[in-house]
């Protein structure tokens, strides 16, 4: 069952690692990892279609990744979007640029925006990741080892996407063994306990000296490697997502009957299907086509499952919306259970 949330994975993920400075080839055959300590890694995510390589057939496993480039890469592969509206931190100074400011409309302004202004915007409404001070990002400096950290627990522990959900739920014993590193004296006292827990989850781990190296610049074979871990944590609960995404026509046509009625004729916001297979879940909202919904959560208590699903909205208010309504809606399958219940947060 977790193959086919690796599969929805993979394909928010398609092009995640292609960077800015050259086109990306098709990935399956790159030259430069054979022998490489994230060769598996590496290998394991291209095969999954996560990564891929550049034009000239590398990896370049030992180039640094940016901090833009990480934080589009961790947003696209669980196709995050902002919760709560709020759109917390959206001004980054360096991710806007004067000419946007002045005239956001402007030929100017739109080519003052950084290409990641998007992911960064998102990344920061659900809190995974905070600016560098005086509202500035610094999107093109390279991430250190523990910014990646912070990023990565706050991505479990905060933003929680629904296939990691079972992961921020598990109880972990608090030993201290980020104390062992021989630099741990160095690391900020803000990533203290979120690098000990993702050590104890075997996501990162120190160098063979007893290392951790929290300012060393991150290179795109940790980033891989980190992130190849963190899919091996995934989990679908049993859960298969059925419909979502009304644009897509060829699923619309392959719902079943007494589904698309709901869908297409129902005006009540949340429905339920029992039958012999399973239950089948559903939410639906009008919205423009900015606005969506995600699946949030799955609660399992004795005799009864409470699915929560959570209205998303546009990652910034100043990007243009067409003026459209649509009809979102998303639609689960769980296993035969005794009682279902659906929540949606707003």
Same mark, same amino acid.
Request: glycine share 6%; hydrophobic share 40%; proline share 4%.
């Given at each position: 069952?977790?193959? @086919?949330?690796?599969?929805?994975?993979?394909?928010? &993920?398609?092009?995640?690692? #292609?960077?800015?400075?050259?086109?990306?080839?098709?990935?399956?055959?790159?030259?430069?990892?054979?022998?490489?300590?994230?060769?598996?890694?590496?290998?394991?995510?291209?095969?999954?279609?996560?990564?891929?390589?550049?034009?000239?057939?590398?990896?370049?496993?030992?180039?640094?990744?940016?901090?833009?480039?990480?934080? !589009?890469?961790?947003?696209?592969?669980?196709?995050?979007?902002?919760?709560?509206?709020?759109?917390?931190?959206?001004?980054?100074?360096?991710?806007?640029?004067?000419?946007?400011?002045?005239?956001?409309? #402007?030929?100017?302004? /739109?080519?003052?925006?950084?290409?990641?202004?998007?992911?960064?915007?998102?990344?920061?409404?659900?809190?995974?990741? *905070?600016?560098?001070?005086?509202?500035?990002?610094?999107?093109?400096?390279?991430?250190?080892?523990? /910014?990646?950290?912070?990023?990565?627990?706050?991505?479990?522990? +905060?933003?929680?996407?629904?296939?990691? /959900?079972?992961?921020?739920?598990?109880?972990?014993?608090?030993?201290?063994?980020?104390? *062992?590193?021989?630099?741990?004296?160095?690391?900020?006292?803000?990533?203290?306990?979120?690098?000990?827990?993702?050590?104890?989850?075997?996501?990162?781990?120190?160098?063979?000296?007893?290392?951790?190296?929290? !300012? @060393?610049?991150?290179?795109?074979? =940790?980033?891989?490697?980190?992130?190849?871990?963190?899919?091996?944590?995934?989990?679908?609960?049993?859960?298969?997502?059925?419909? #979502?995404?009304?644009?897509?026509?060829?699923?619309?046509?392959?719902?079943?009957? !007494?589904?698309?009625?709901?869908? +297409?004729?129902?005006?009540? =916001? +949340?429905?339920?299907?029992?039958?012999?297979?399973?239950?089948?879940?559903?939410?639906? *909202?009008?919205?423009?086509?900015?606005?969506?919904?995600?699946?949030?959560?799955?609660?399992?208590?004795?005799?009864?499952?409470?699915? +929560?699903?959570?209205?998303?909205?546009?990652?910034?208010?100043?990007?243009? &919306?067409?003026?459209?309504?649509?009809?979102?809606?998303?639609?689960?399958?769980?296993?035969?259970? =005794?009682?279902?219940?659906?929540?949606?947060? !707003?």
């Amino acid at each position: 069952m977790k193959r @086919k949330w690796l599969l929805l994975l993979t394909f928010v &993920c398609v092009l995640a690692f #292609s960077l800015p400075q050259g086109a990306a080839a098709d990935g399956s055959n790159v030259s430069d990892i054979k022998g490489h300590w994230a060769e598996k890694d590496i290998q394991k995510l291209i095969d999954n279609g996560a990564v891929s390589g550049f034009s000239d057939g590398t990896f370049r496993p030992n180039q640094t990744i940016t901090r833009a480039e990480f934080v !589009k890469i961790v947003v696209r592969m669980f196709d995050l979007k902002s919760t709560d509206g709020k759109n917390l931190g959206m001004f980054y100074k360096d991710t806007y640029g004067e000419e946007y400011t002045k005239d956001p409309f #402007s030929a100017e302004g /739109q080519k003052s925006l950084h290409w990641a202004v998007e992911e960064i915007n998102i990344a920061t409404n659900l809190g995974i990741v *905070k600016g560098t001070g005086d509202n500035r990002f610094t999107p093109n400096a390279p991430i250190i080892r523990e /910014q990646m950290a912070l990023i990565i627990h706050n991505l479990i522990y +905060t933003a929680t996407p629904f296939p990691l /959900q079972e992961l921020s739920n598990t109880p972990l014993d608090k030993i201290l063994i980020v104390n *062992k590193f021989k630099d741990a004296s160095s690391i900020y006292g803000g990533a203290t306990d979120p690098i000990n827990t993702l050590v104890i989850l075997k996501i990162m781990q120190g160098d063979k000296n007893g290392y951790f190296l929290p !300012k @060393k610049h991150a290179t795109r074979a =940790e980033a891989a490697a980190i992130l190849s871990r963190v899919l091996d944590k995934v989990s679908n609960q049993d859960v298969e997502i059925v419909f #979502s995404n009304v644009t897509d026509k060829r699923i619309e046509k392959e719902m079943p009957a !007494k589904i698309k009625d709901w869908y +297409t004729k129902a005006e009540e =916001e +949340t429905h339920l299907w029992y039958e012999e297979d399973g239950v089948y879940a559903a939410a639906r *909202k009008w919205s423009n086509p900015c606005n969506g919904m995600i699946l949030k959560g799955i609660e399992k208590t004795e005799g009864k499952t409470t699915v +929560t699903f959570q209205n998303t909205y546009p990652h910034s208010s100043d990007f243009a &919306c067409i003026d459209i309504g649509i009809n979102y809606a998303i639609i689960i399958k769980l296993p035969p259970t =005794e009682k279902v219940e659906i929540e949606v947060l !707003k």
